[in-house]
Structures are given as C-alpha cells and as structure tokens.
C-alpha cells in the first residue's frame, strides 16, 4: 500500500489531505502516518496545509565525482566514512586522491544535514519552538529539540507561537548537548560546522551496519 500511495502523490504533485482521501479512498487515520513518513524521509514537503511531491533527482546525477569512479570505490568511502576513518587513510584505502574523499566526505555530510533540516522544518511547522542558541568555535548555530533527537538549523526559526522546553525535554536536551560538545572538540569542525553538528547527531548510538545502510540509501535517493 505504501507505494501505490506514494506513487499517486507522484501523479498528484500537489493536493490536501482531504482530497488525497477521497482520491485513494483510504481513511485519513491511515493516511496520515504514511504521509508523515514520506514527509521525513523527504519525499513530501507541506506547505501552506497542503503536501508537495519533492521530485527526486538522484546525487549520483547531481555530483559528477560519481560517475569519475566505479561502483566499488564509492561503496569504498561510503564504508570508511560510517567508520569515521580520516580521509587521508581513505585515500590510501580507495587509492584516490585525498582532495577526491574530502569532496565525497562534504557531499555525504551535506544529504545528512539538509535530511534532517527537512525533519526539523516538519516538527516545526506542527510544533513551532523556542531554538537554544550555542557556539562552537566562536560561530552561532541554532538548536531544536524532538522527540528525543536535537536537530540543527544555520538560520533561526521563529514564530510568534514558540514554545518552551518542558523540565523533561531540558534533561534529555542536556544529556545529548553534553554527547555533542565532547564529540566537536577539535578546531577542523569550525568549517561547515552545521554539517558536522548534523552528523555528530546522525552516528549517536547507531552501528556501522546502520549508518552504511542509511547514508546508501541517501546517496542513491
């Protein structure tokens, strides 16, 4: 079902979730936590109370560093990047140049951070909330807290209805910042410093296999 709904908000490119009810035929409480999804894994945008089809143009096309090298190279990085190794060894691991792995390093760090960007402007758009604002090496990011997962923006989302922390929310809040200063000690994440919070984030409790599965399937959307 999943996919005849996602394949008819491809047809529709745009509609409301009512009419996307009377056209599927589908009940709204069905309907609605299939749409949410869509909308986090960046398939759908909404916008005005009404969903949008995001057209997806694979990276591989958008990034011509792709198609310089065969298949099993870029799988290559891919699994030296979810393992965190420096680009320096991953050139000598890939055998490619160490200029090539920082352009592939920036374009995965890149779909991470503008990923979860999507999820945040989502849970905003429901939930508008107050950003905590921080600095890392002297630059100011803003912060924003869901669902047990903080979330990080380079501009400032405001709305006249921004809402507070809970007591709860600052805890939980604490205890992953605390995760994310010890992990941005060193100067070299001052420069895209958003991206680098974005993936600091993205590898939190989460295994190779995890983190190789996901960023594939990043690459390939």
Not at 62 to 89: G, Q
Request: hydrophobic share 35%; with cysteine; net charge positive.
């Amino acid at each position: 079902m999943k996919d005849k709904i996602l394949q008819l908000c491809r047809r529709l490119n745009k509609f409301s979730l009512e009419n996307f009810e009377i056209l599927s035929e589908i009940p709204k409480s069905d309907l609605l936590p299939l749409l949410d999804e869509f909308v986090k894994e960046g398939k759908l945008i909404t916008k005005n109370g009404e969903y949008i089809y995001c057209k997806q143009n694979p990276v591989i096309q958008n990034h011509s560093i792709f198609k310089l090298y065969p298949a099993v190279v870029t799988d290559t990085v891919i699994r030296c990047f979810c393992e965190d190794i420096k680009t320096i060894k991953t050139s000598n691991i890939a055998n490619i140049g160490e200029d090539q792995v920082q352009k592939f390093y920036t374009i995965f760090r890149t779909l991470i951070y503008q990923r979860q960007k999507r999820q945040l402007d989502s849970y905003y758009l429901k939930q508008p909330q107050k950003a905590r604002h921080r600095k890392f090496f002297n630059k100011e990011v803003y912060l924003y807290f869901y669902f047990n997962q903080i979330f990080v923006s380079e501009t400032l989302l405001k709305s006249e209805d921004d809402k507070m922390f809970s007591s709860k929310e600052k805890a939980e809040f604490t205890t992953i910042y605390c995760y994310l200063s010890r992990n941005l000690t060193h100067n070299t994440n001052a420069n895209n410093l958003s991206y680098k919070i974005a993936e600091t984030l993205w590898r939190r409790k989460r295994g190779f296999k995890d983190l190789y599965f996901d960023l594939k399937s990043l690459v390939q959307h």
